[in-house]
């Protein structure tokens, strides 16, 4: 199996106790996605529950479910979020960075 089909494969194998998974720890996850939004992608988007992006073409987070499903990130976010444009640097996450900031994009759909 390819390195990045790896880490797909264990973030999707730990998808049911994600879901799953007690309010505590859910808690957990969410605080840790943020702390990962604010630090690689509030330069250029918002992130939060409100205000409007630094780079106007850049989504505010809590819009990005309103475009696809974001548990769908699981693979770019473990392989490498690519973009069309030049000015998006590359970003990849460990499995676990991944479904706690998959975990923040949930919380913001609330």
């Not at 999707?12 to 969410?30: G, I, K, N, S």
């Amino acid at each position: 199996m390819r390195p990045a089909a790896t880490l797909l494969a264990r973030a999707f194998a730990v998808l049911p106790a994600f879901l799953a998974m007690p309010a505590a720890a859910w808690d957990r996850q969410v605080k840790q996605g943020e702390t990962l939004a604010q630090t690689n992608c509030a330069r250029c988007h918002a992130v939060g529950r409100s205000g409007e992006s630094p780079l106007r073409a850049a989504p505010p987070f809590r819009e990005l479910h309103t475009r696809y499903p974001v548990e769908d990130l699981g693979e770019a976010l473990a392989e490498g979020i690519r973009t069309g444009h030049p000015s998006m640097p590359e970003f990849r996450f460990d499995p676990d960075q991944a479904e706690a900031l998959i975990a923040y994009l949930k919380s913001l759909e609330r």
